[in-house]
Structures are given as structure tokens and as C-alpha cells.
């Protein structure tokens, strides 16, 4: 079964904390996104990468970035948390030989709790 | 800028009752149309996608969603819902043409069916 798997379910950190999210997939996918879920708000695009090294801004990625430094592995990273980046993060990948994103599979998400 | 609106934010209905959830969208070109749910606690999955061909799609578990391009709606329907619909449900838009943006989701519709 394909699988996307973010390392913690649950987090709280302080603020001014680094923060680093970690997400693996194991279906060889080229692109890798993430994700933050908050309630009246769906789902907002904070960085995407579409290979190894690379990183593109998604809707929201002001006091976040990223790292991909192997495939499978995409990082998202808050350099100082603050209490408005507490949040639902979800990782998702998708296969980009369709060249559409045609079906993007989510991670069980990491609720974060900036304090 | 490209948006998804979703009508709903929360729906309450009965089991057996018929069920639309309303979305559109604003972008003017060619698009790939999606809707997800999420079941408490549980990871956001694909309920069914449209990319071309006849505008009305079935997905898993009897849902359906017609595509009318002149409306810019994707609008979500089940003739008959069971109290495991429970979920929460997204609408969402891939404009990019073959790259790797990612998808924008509309805010979301929490339905509750009542037993």
C-alpha cells in the first residue's frame, strides 16, 4: 500500500523555536507539497518541489521554508514558530511522468501547537 | 488569482436524504477538477476527479459530480447518504497544464448526517 508518512502526529513547541517537519513517501513521486489545514480556511499551499533540490513558493510561505535534499524526503521548517504557524500540516505527493497532478496522496498530518 | 468556493460550510442532514455540495471555481482555462473527503480522523483521500471526456463523474461509495463548464462548477451529489458520509469534504482545482503547482482547495464543507 502507498504510503506517505510524517513523522509526528502530535507537536508543541515554544515560540521562537526552529521547528522541522519531516515527510517521506515511498512511491518514487517527483513531486512533493505541503500543506496547512486550518478550520474555515481548507487547505493553503505553503512550498512545493518538483525534484531533488528544487523548491517552489506556494500561497502562504512567508516564515517557512523547505528542503529536499533525496526524493522521498521533503522537510518543511519554521526558522522561529510563532503562535499564527499553529496549525494542521499535511504532506501529500503525486507522480509527475502524467504530468498532471493527478492524484495527490496526503500524510495522516501533523498538528502543531506553537505556545 | 485562481479560488475555489465552496457554498457550504456546514450541512446537517438525515440519513437517506439526497445530498449536493456546491463548488466553483474562477480560473478561465483548462482544468483538472477534484473533490476529497476527510473522515475524522483520518488522512484526506480522493473521492473522484474529472479531467476531460463526459463532465459527469462517478467516484467511490455512490458519490457522483457533474462538471458544467459554463457555470465553472464542479458540484458534488449522492442520491442517498448513510451516516458514514460523515466527513468533511474539499473541492479542489489543478490549472497548471501539465506542471507541478499543486492544487487550490476550497475552504471545505463539513456534512453531518444524523442518524
Known amino acids: 500500500d502507498v504510503k506517505v508518512t510524517q513523522s509526528s502526529r502530535y507537536l508543541v513547541k515554544r515560540t521562537g523555536e526552529k521547528v522541522f517537519l519531516e515527510c517521506v513517501q515511498d512511491m518514487d513521486h517527483e513531486n512533493m507539497f505541503w500543506y496547512r489545514q486550518d478550520p474555515g480556511l481548507g487547505l493553503r499551499l505553503i512550498y512545493f518541489s518538483y525534484d531533488v533540490k528544487m523548491k517552489e513558493k506556494g500561497d502562504i510561505p512567508e516564515g517557512y521554508s523547505v528542503s529536499r535534499e533525496k526524493k522521498e524526503r521533503f522537510s518543511l521548517i519554521l526558522e522561529s514558530a510563532s503562535t499564527n504557524q499553529t496549525s494542521m500540516y499535511l504532506c501529500a505527493s503525486s507522480s509527475g511522468t502524467s504530468q498532471t497532478n493527478e492524484k495527490l496522496f496526503f500524510g495522516s498530518g501533523t498538528q502543531l501547537s506553537v505556545l | 488569482a485562481q479560488s475555489v468556493s465552496q457554498h457550504n460550510h456546514h450541512v446537517i442532514l438525515s440519513e437517506a436524504a439526497s445530498l449536493e455540495l456546491g463548488c466553483n471555481y474562477s480560473?478561465?482555462?483548462?482544468?483538472?477538477l477534484f473533490w476529497y473527503v476527510q473522515y475524522p480522523g483520518q488522512h484526506l483521500q480522493l473521492l473522484l476527479k474529472?479531467?476531460?471526456?463526459?463532465?459527469l463523474v462517478k467516484g467511490i461509495k455512490g458519490f457522483e459530480a457533474e462538471f458544467i463548464k459554463s457555470k465553472f462548477s464542479f458540484n458534488l451529489r449522492k442520491p442517498s447518504v448513510q451516516w458514514s458520509d460523515t466527513a468533511e469534504y474539499f473541492c479542489?482545482?489543478?490549472?497548471?497544464?501539465?506542471?507541478?503547482?499543486?492544487?487550490?482547495f476550497g475552504k471545505g464543507t463539513h456534512l453531518i448526517i444524523q442518524p
Open positions: 479542489a482545482v489543478d490549472h497548471s497544464g501539465g506542471g507541478a503547482d499543486g492544487l487550490t
Open positions: 474529472y479531467f476531460s471526456g463526459d463532465p
Open positions: 480560473y478561465g482555462g483548462t482544468v483538472n
